[in-house]
T-cell receptor
Framework: KQEVTQIPAALSVPEGENLVLNCSFT??????LQWFRQDPGKGLTSLLL?????REQTSGRLNASLDKSSGRSTLYIAASQPGDSATYLC?????????FGQGTRLTINP | DTGVSQDPRHKITKRGQNVTFRCDPI?????LYWYRQTLGQGPEFLTY????????KSRLLSDRFSAERPKGSFSTLEIQRTEQGDSAMYLC????????????????FGPGTRLTVL
């Protein structure tokens, strides 16, 4: 059974810092990995998708990497802003459905 | 707006009542998913459709839950005889690997329906 773990559970940093969120998964037989953002009480916004054959994806200040063999992914956020405050979730796809981690609650302090 | 929509956004009901939620996927997406999210947790898979066929159901989906996608477009999720443990956010997502510009099976989520059972 696939299990996804995100560390840390919560993170608070001052504005402007670069930061890294971590995601690990137990079964390397995945089709892709998605990173999402969730604001309080809202749905999920897809940030990046990395297919299993890819090593990384970039979108603006976000960069996500994938190491399937070790079962790890990282989300790098450059020059953090208060508007980046949210919960970040990673999810792996296997057999047509997503398995999510519990998320990292990120707070960027002005 | 061509995103995933869900209705209602909030539902408060008394224990034992039946509730039904609706999801309208992104136009032309052939796959539709339902997930449930409780406070402080990541979403958990409930069920998914390819066109009108329900292809997989999680063990989380007890006999009180039923989902349909009658014409391969919108979907409904019904919960019968609601219990307090059903209180959660119910999320719908859609995907299609055939849509230009969309990465393979990238799932797009709606705003969710928050259910509170009193």
């Amino acid at each position: 059974k696939q299990e996804v773990t995100q560390i840390p559970a919560a993170l608070s940093v001052p504005e402007g810092e670069n930061l890294v969120l971590n995601c690990s998964f137990t079964d390397s037989a995945i089709y892709n990995l998605q990173w999402f953002r969730q604001d309080p009480g809202k749905g999920l916004t897809s940030l990046l998708l990395i297919q299993s054959s890819q090593r990384e994806q970039t979108s603006g200040r976000l960069n996500a990497s994938l190491d399937k063999s070790s079962g790890r992914s990282t989300l790098y956020i450059a020059a953090s802003q208060p508007g980046d405050s949210a919960t970040y979730l990673c999810a792996v796809e296997g057999a047509q459905k997503l398995v999510f981690g519990q998320g990292t609650r990120l707070t960027i302090n002005p | 707006d061509t995103g995933v929509s869900q209705d209602p956004r909030h539902k408060i009901t008394k224990r034992g009542q039946n509730v039904t939620f609706r999801c309208d996927p992104i136009s032309e997406h052939n796959r539709l998913y339902w997930y449930r999210q409780t406070l402080g947790q990541g979403p958990e898979f409930l069920t998914y459709f390819q066109n009108e066929a329900q292809l997989e159901k999680s063990r989380l989906l007890s006999d009180r839950f039923s989902a349909e996608r009658p014409k391969g477009s919108f979907s409904t999720l019904e919960i019968q005889r609601t219990e307090q443990g059903d209180s959660a956010m119910y999320l719908c997502a859609s995907s299609s690997k055939f849509i230009r510009g969309s990465a393979y099976n990238e799932q797009f989520f709606g705003p969710g329906t928050r259910l509170t059972v009193l």
